[in-house]
């Protein structure tokens, strides 16, 4: 943690004194991903912070990521990440009643980026995107359709996301590896002010899938704010749970608080280098 505050206040203190870039890759949401690319030669610096709270005992999940990212050629972006994950629980697992146990994991991730469609240009703005994740005990990989249109002031953007996680955990001495399948849609909508300021909605819907079939899948929703200059810009997300659709484990309001969290919340801060 003290190692991450170091980061965000150097990459403040350059963002000051670095030369100022008109074409930045600054991002309106924190969940949903847009077309946008960095150009050959740009680079930033940015920073991921993951906030969920909320199961049906107690939980609280950190996640952090730091990411250079890089224009590579025409429309084409990469980036490494290093990833940093906090866990604190109850160690009954799903139920009430234990001690808190923590846990922690590191993992590296590299992406992919390809504009194909621009938004304002073409009558509909299309990117692809590829990532990869290899941590001590799991690697995921990761695949997105992003679709966007700005129309003046007003950004809508649609992601459908497929990923592909295994993980292995050893139980009694023993190794067992689980795999699942995860299907994603995330929507946002925008309106963009004139001094850099945004404000918006996010609705995101997880779906997991385990042996073929459905086995969660729930939807979540809430505000976006952003803010941008010409060399940094950030986005917060709040995203709590509004329903589950398959897997709902609470009374009353249907809610799946065993594999997904009750709130959400996201924050990117990224700087121009």
Not at 57 to 67: A, G, P
Not at 86 to 105: E, L, M, P
Not at 131 to 139: A, H, I, Q, S, V
Not at 200 to 211: D, K, L, P
């Amino acid at each position: 943690m003290k190692t991450l505050y170091k980061v965000i206040v150097i990459a403040i203190m350059f963002s000051f004194v670095s030369p100022i870039f008109s074409n930045a890759n600054e991002r309106r949401f924190g969940y949903t991903y847009e077309t946008s690319v960095l150009p050959y030669g740009a680079k930033e610096i940015e920073i991921w912070n993951t906030d969920r709270r909320g199961r049906g005992y107690f939980y609280h999940r950190l996640d952090q990521r730091v990411e250079y990212e890089f224009g590579v050629g025409s429309n084409l972006m990469s980036a490494f990440y290093l990833n940093y994950t906090s866990r604190a629980k109850d160690d009954n697992g799903n139920a009430a009643g234990g001690n808190k146990s923590t846990s922690y994991v590191a993992s590296i991730s590299s992406e992919w980026k390809y504009k194909i469609l621009d938004r304002v240009a073409d009558p509909l703005g299309f990117a692809g995107y590829v990532e990869g994740t290899l941590g001590t005990d799991k690697y995921e990989i990761e695949g997105k359709l992003i679709f966007d249109k700005q129309i003046k002031n007003i950004l809508i953007a649609f992601d459908i996301v497929g990923e592909l996680e295994s993980e292995t955990d050893v139980v009694n001495g023993n190794e067992i590896v689980s795999q699942e399948v995860k299907l994603k849609s995330d929507l946002g909508a925008a309106y963009i002010f004139t001094n850099g300021l945004g404000t918006g909605i996010e609705i995101r819907n997880e779906n997991i899938f385990i042996n073929g079939s459905v086995n969660h899948s729930s939807l979540f929703g809430g505000l976006t704010f952003s803010y941008s200059t010409e060399a940094w810009w950030a986005a917060l997300s709040f995203l709590p749970q509004i329903t589950s659709f398959k897997g709902g484990s609470t009374s009353g309001k249907e809610l799946d608080l065993n594999e997904f969290e009750k709130f959400q919340t996201r924050l990117l801060l990224s700087f121009h280098i």
